[in-house]
């Protein structure tokens, strides 16, 4: 380690100001190198150093750099798991430390398992629940007030004072109604833990450390977060294994389901009696000999009335919860000090969060806690970026904030500017009825800003945004402001994207999640009774169909396959015979379709001008592949195309280019490691339904593993889109004179060029002022439709659809007309839909035409 000597003389000061000072780590475990710019004073003998951070010019002892450099502490754990540890003085370490664990340890003792969590969480459920709707409703109301009445614009010293009191009560108020409601939200207590440590740390640092730096006081948070997480973790870890009866286990969900403030759920079974007619349940759940003793009559299903009471298990894993909620602020205490980029960090940290989410997930449920794991850990992350809000606000000063704002916006901008009219339509369908409503706010407010006897701060008129809006009018001038930027977007495009958002979200919850259900469903009762044989056949033509459509890919053939040979085939040869049946004709089927789309459509089609643009034969992208796909041999990058690249364009252009067949058919077989994840979901996932004669799941655990496997799809499908991009490139990259030398497609090339001239000419025409009057009601009424029929669909799911199951039948459970899926309310969202698109059809129909006349 190296700092600068003090010296009196002024050369020598003036070589020393702004020196370098460079501390590393000559030890086994060399973790990093600590840069800082240090100055020095010639005006004091023991010279103290400036040391420059961020906002703030700190004066620190050179005797105290002394001690803080003999005994730093520093990461002992380095890699990819593990946050970047800043170093910090040793004293300061023990004390945060110790500030880290209080709440910690509070947390661990009333919250958790380890110490009286049943008795709180019963306590809080039996005794103060019935108080929490009268307290929401008084900080809902005064929240609503303060919004009312302009409380972000008090700016006199009294009106500074009355906002931080009536938000401090309002914070605290949160907090204490979402302990109220901890048994029936039994995931409050950890987000609240994760918001309060936050905010007890900030006061820490207001208060004991004042002199220091804001944000190299945060990036010092990380080592005693870190720390603290790993003893926790351990303890917890060390009681579960210190004797049985602390151990997870469905016994002990159910002996301590009413103790922890659960109450039974007899509306799962009406048929069914599970009471044991003095307010309990039939059953005795007897944790010593891990048993379920059942009363006479009392019917084993009744187990099922606390499938909704996820507390026990909330209470059992609470210090993992905290573990966890620890390590997520180490990490973003140790981004504020990071020596890598803040792109790279950010990458890391969401890739190990979202596996740590992940793998408690696929934990907590084959521990049978997964939906209310689901949601505790939603809980949680909010919670955390919450965290995150809080430790940026005191590590970054105002000005300081607002240019790191304005510097990701225009950052944005440069990026993705030309596609921010798709995410303006997302934002348009989704949040109309939400702006709606701001504006109906935003009316009220402005009417009593127009009364003069209320005396407060109006908003500032002299920034950028706010400039020249004035305010006389019917809406605030914050409201005027969001008016006047959405009067700067191009409202067709943005209205048209929004009304695809919504098309796309109907197919996703209706055709797919419902209608695609009963098809499934009908498919494997009707084909339950075939031989297996007859049933291949009729999925291999369903299959090759389906593949035959361009814009069809492989996956949902790959599930249809893995959930209807499964219950077909199991008598013949069984679960695991089944499986490998099926990826065998999933396999074949590929295969064949990459052989017809190749041969008879690229081979026979290659003359025609329509399929060679539909495949986009000019493109870079499919030039590129073609002169990958030429190359003899099968090498990493060819296959990586033929596997990860579009399904029906890819094999196409096969066919276009004139390849041999078997090469190709090669080529592709590594489609397997893409098969075998996806048929397993959709076997998985019809397991999960398949009970019992006694009602019980037969495969309780495959609902989970279903959804490991649909991951496990995802990542692959992705993975192998990403491969075949990274090689198509480096094409790009080190090829490019072979790509330059390539002949155009001349005929593609015109036909481009008129749809190009076509697309200019309808940009053209559809200019929101331009547009008459007839159009603009049109596509406004296209729109409304559509954002009326999302909502319907997602607040009245129940309203609007029948309960229906893969296993069910349409002869029992919809007695005999399939029709009877979809309820009254879901007719009227389906005729809006319909209405929608109708309305954009013509719309667009009436634009072709009149850019079609434009453009010759």
Same mark, same amino acid.
């Given at each position: 380690?190296?700092?600068?000597?003090?010296?009196?003389?002024?050369?020598?000061?003036?070589?020393?100001?702004?020196?370098?000072?460079?501390?590393?780590?000559?030890?086994?475990?060399?973790?990093?190198?600590?840069?800082?710019?240090?100055?020095?004073?010639?005006?004091?003998?023991?010279?103290?150093?400036?040391?420059?951070?961020?906002?703030?010019?700190?004066?620190?002892?050179?005797?105290?750099?002394?001690?803080?450099?003999?005994?730093?502490?520093?990461?002992?754990?380095?890699?990819?798991?593990?946050?970047?540890?800043?170093?910090?003085?040793?004293?300061?370490?023990?004390?945060?430390?110790?500030?880290?664990?209080?709440?910690?340890?509070?947390?661990?003792?009333?919250?958790?398992?380890?110490?009286?969590?049943?008795?709180?969480?019963?306590?809080?459920?039996?005794?103060?629940?019935?108080?929490?709707?009268?307290?929401?409703?008084?900080?809902?109301?005064?929240?609503?007030?303060?919004?009312?009445?302009?409380?972000?614009?008090?700016?006199?010293?009294?009106?500074?004072?009355?906002?931080?009191?009536?938000?401090?009560?309002?914070?605290?108020?949160?907090?204490?109604?979402?302990?109220?409601?901890?048994?029936?939200?039994?995931?409050?207590?950890?987000?609240?833990?994760?918001?309060?440590?936050?905010?007890?740390?900030?006061?820490?640092?207001?208060?004991?450390?004042?002199?220091?730096?804001?944000?190299?006081?945060?990036?010092?948070?990380?080592?005693?977060?870190?720390?603290?997480?790993?003893?926790?973790?351990?303890?917890?870890?060390?009681?579960?294994?210190?004797?049985?009866?602390?151990?997870?286990?469905?016994?002990?969900?159910?002996?301590?389901?009413?103790?922890?403030?659960?109450?039974?759920?007899?509306?799962?079974?009406?048929?069914?009696?599970?009471?044991?007619?003095?307010?309990?349940?039939?059953?005795?759940?007897?944790?010593?000999?891990?048993?379920?003793?059942?009363?006479?009559?009392?019917?084993?299903?009744?187990?099922?009335?606390?499938?909704?009471?996820?507390?026990?298990?909330?209470?059992?894993?609470?210090?993992?919860?905290?573990?966890?909620?620890?390590?997520?602020?180490?990490?973003?205490?140790?981004?504020?000090?990071?020596?890598?980029?803040?792109?790279?960090?950010?990458?890391?940290?969401?890739?190990?969060?979202?596996?740590?989410?992940?793998?408690?997930?696929?934990?907590?449920?084959?521990?049978?806690?997964?939906?209310?794991?689901?949601?505790?850990?939603?809980?949680?992350?909010?919670?955390?970026?919450?965290?995150?809000?809080?430790?940026?606000?005191?590590?970054?000063?105002?000005?300081?904030?607002?240019?790191?704002?304005?510097?990701?916006?225009?950052?944005?901008?440069?990026?993705?500017?030309?596609?921010?009219?798709?995410?303006?339509?997302?934002?348009?369908?989704?949040?109309?009825?939400?702006?709606?409503?701001?504006?109906?706010?935003?009316?009220?407010?402005?009417?009593?800003?127009?009364?003069?006897?209320?005396?407060?701060?109006?908003?500032?008129?002299?920034?950028?945004?706010?400039?020249?809006?004035?305010?006389?009018?019917?809406?605030?001038?914050?409201?005027?402001?969001?008016?006047?930027?959405?009067?700067?977007?191009?409202?067709?495009?943005?209205?048209?994207?929004?009304?695809?958002?919504?098309?796309?979200?109907?197919?996703?919850?209706?055709?797919?999640?419902?209608? +695609?259900?009963?098809?499934?469903?009908?498919?494997?009762?009707? +084909?339950?009774?075939?031989?297996?044989?007859?049933? +291949?056949?009729?999925?291999?033509?369903?299959?090759?169909?389906?593949?035959?459509?361009?814009?069809?890919?492989?996956?949902?053939?790959?599930?249809?396959?893995?959930?209807?040979?499964?219950?077909?085939?199991?008598?013949?040869?069984?679960?695991?015979?089944?499986?490998?049946?099926?990826?065998?004709?999933?396999?074949?089927?590929?295969?064949?379709?990459?052989?017809?789309?190749?041969?008879?459509?690229?081979?026979?089609?290659?003359?025609?001008?329509?399929?060679?643009?539909?495949?986009?034969?000019?493109?870079?992208?499919?030039?590129?592949?073609?002169?990958?796909?030429?190359?003899?041999?099968?090498?990493?990058?060819?296959?990586?195309?033929?596997?990860?690249?579009?399904?029906?364009? +890819?094999?196409?252009?096969?066919?276009?280019?004139?390849?041999?067949?078997?090469?190709?058919?090669?080529?592709?077989?590594?489609?397997?490691?893409?098969?075998?994840?996806?048929?397993?979901?959709?076997?998985?996932?019809?397991?999960?339904?398949?009970?019992?004669?006694?009602?019980?799941?037969?495969?309780?655990?495959?609902?989970?593993?279903?959804?490991?496997?649909?991951?496990?799809?995802?990542?692959?499908?992705?993975?192998?889109?990403?491969?075949?991009?990274?090689?198509?490139?480096?094409?790009?990259?080190?090829?490019?004179?072979?790509?330059?030398?390539?002949?155009?497609?001349?005929?593609?090339?015109?036909?481009?060029?008129?749809?190009?001239?076509?697309?200019?000419?309808?940009?053209?025409?559809?200019?929101?002022?331009?547009?008459?009057?007839?159009?603009?009601?049109?596509?406004?009424?296209?729109?409304?439709?559509?954002?009326?029929?999302?909502?319907?669909?997602?607040?009245?799911?129940?309203?609007?659809?029948?309960?229906?199951?893969?296993?069910?039948?349409?002869?029992?459970?919809?007695?005999?007309?399939?029709?009877?899926?979809?309820?009254?309310?879901?007719?009227?969202?389906?005729?809006?839909?319909?209405?929608?698109?109708?309305?954009?059809?013509?719309?667009?129909?009436?634009?072709?035409?009149?850019?079609?006349?434009?453009?010759?």
């Amino acid at each position: 380690m190296s700092f600068p000597i003090p010296n009196n003389s002024a050369a020598a000061d003036e070589a020393n100001r702004n020196k370098t000072v460079s501390f590393e780590y000559e030890t086994p475990l060399e973790i990093e190198k600590v840069e800082r710019t240090e100055a020095v004073h010639s005006s004091e003998v023991e010279s103290p150093l400036e040391i420059e951070t961020g906002e703030r010019t700190e004066a620190v002892d050179s005797s105290q750099i002394s001690d803080e450099s003999g005994g730093r502490v520093y990461n002992t754990f380095a890699g990819f798991l593990f946050p970047r540890i800043t170093p910090i003085p040793p004293m300061a370490f023990v004390v945060l430390s110790l500030v880290v664990a209080l709440p910690s340890a509070l947390y661990v003792v009333f919250f958790t398992k380890m110490g009286y969590g049943l008795t709180t969480y019963y306590y809080l459920s039996e005794y103060v629940e019935g108080y929490a709707s009268y307290l929401g409703l008084a900080l809902g109301t005064g929240a609503f007030l303060l919004y009312l009445f302009d409380c972000y614009y008090w700016t006199s010293d009294i009106g500074i004072f009355l906002r931080k009191l009536f938000i401090g009560i309002i914070v605290l108020g949160t907090a204490v109604f979402t302990l109220f409601t901890s048994g029936r939200y039994p995931y409050g207590p950890i987000a609240i833990f994760v918001v309060l440590v936050s905010m007890w740390l900030v006061v820490i640092g207001r208060v004991v450390y004042k002199d220091v730096n804001p944000k190299i006081y945060v990036s010092w948070l990380s080592g005693p977060l870190f720390f603290n997480a790993v003893v926790v973790f351990v303890a917890w870890f060390v009681w579960t294994m210190l004797k049985d009866e602390n151990e997870w286990s469905l016994i002990l969900s159910l002996a301590e389901a009413e103790e922890s403030g659960c109450e039974p759920d007899y509306s799962v079974y009406p048929d069914i009696d599970c009471s044991d007619g003095n307010g309990g349940v039939c059953f005795t759940a007897d944790i010593d000999s891990n048993t379920l003793t059942f009363a006479d009559g009392c019917d084993e299903m009744c187990t099922e009335v606390f499938t909704g009471c996820y507390n026990t298990f909330i209470i059992w894993v609470g210090p993992l919860l905290v573990s966890l909620g620890l390590l997520f602020l180490s990490f973003l205490a140790s981004f504020l000090r990071s020596g890598s980029s803040p792109e790279q960090e950010t990458t890391k940290f969401v890739q190990i969060w979202m596996f740590l989410l992940f793998g408690m997930w696929v934990g907590a449920s084959l521990a049978g806690a997964g939906a209310g794991v689901s949601t505790t850990l939603a809980a949680v992350t909010l919670a955390c970026f919450i965290a995150v809000s809080i430790f940026l606000a005191i590590s970054y000063g105002k000005i300081e904030r607002t240019e790191q704002l304005k510097r990701i916006g225009d950052e944005l901008v440069e990026k993705y500017g030309p596609h921010f009219d798709i995410f303006r339509g997302l934002l348009i369908v989704t949040c109309t009825p939400v702006f709606l409503l701001y504006f109906f706010i935003s009316f009220i407010i402005q009417r009593i800003r127009s009364v003069t006897f209320f005396v407060y701060s109006k908003p500032p008129d002299n920034t950028q945004s706010l400039r020249n809006i004035g305010y006389t009018g019917w809406f605030t001038i914050e409201a005027r402001r969001l008016i006047r930027e959405f009067q700067s977007w191009n409202r067709t495009k943005v209205f048209t994207y929004a009304i695809y958002w919504g098309l796309a979200f109907m197919i996703l919850s209706v055709i797919v999640s419902q209608f +695609t259900l009963l098809f499934l469903s009908w498919l494997i009762e009707k +084909t339950s009774a075939m031989p297996l044989g007859t049933v +291949t056949a009729i999925l291999i033509a369903i299959g090759m169909t389906m593949f035959l459509l361009p814009p069809v890919p492989g996956v949902p053939i790959y599930l249809t396959l893995g959930i209807v040979i499964i219950p077909v085939g199991r008598s013949t040869f069984g679960i695991y015979g089944s499986l490998l049946y099926a990826l065998g004709v999933s396999l074949c089927l590929k295969l064949l379709a990459c052989t017809l789309q190749q041969k008879m459509i690229g081979g026979l089609l290659q003359h025609k001008v329509g399929v060679r643009q539909f495949c986009g034969v000019n493109s870079s992208l499919m030039r590129s592949m073609k002169l990958v796909l030429q190359q003899p041999g099968l090498g990493i990058a060819k296959v990586s195309i033929l596997v990860g690249g579009p399904d029906w364009p +890819t094999s196409v252009l096969c066919g276009i280019m004139g390849l041999e067949l078997i090469p190709i058919l090669i080529g592709t077989l590594p489609i397997i490691f893409l098969i075998t994840p996806t048929l397993l979901t959709g076997s998985f996932t019809y397991m999960s339904s398949v009970r019992l004669d006694d009602g019980q799941l037969e495969f309780p655990w495959a609902g989970t593993v279903a959804t490991i496997c649909a991951a496990l799809t995802a990542f692959v499908q992705f993975g192998s889109m990403v491969v075949a991009a990274y090689f198509l490139e480096q094409t790009v990259t080190t090829r490019q004179d072979e790509l330059d030398a390539m002949p155009i497609d001349q005929e593609v090339k015109d036909a481009d060029e008129r749809g190009e001239a076509i697309d200019t000419a309808y940009d053209e025409v559809t200019q929101w002022r331009s547009l008459p009057a007839l159009a603009k009601g049109v596509l406004g009424a296209s729109l409304a439709t559509m954002i009326t029929s999302c909502y319907m669909v997602q607040l009245f799911a129940d309203l609007c659809f029948t309960e229906y199951q893969l296993t069910y039948t349409i002869e029992q459970h919809l007695d005999g007309d399939w029709k009877n899926l979809v309820k009254p309310l879901g007719i009227v969202a389906n005729c809006l839909l319909l209405g929608s698109v109708v309305l954009l059809y013509g719309f667009r129909s009436w634009a072709m035409r009149k850019a079609s006349l434009t453009a010759y």
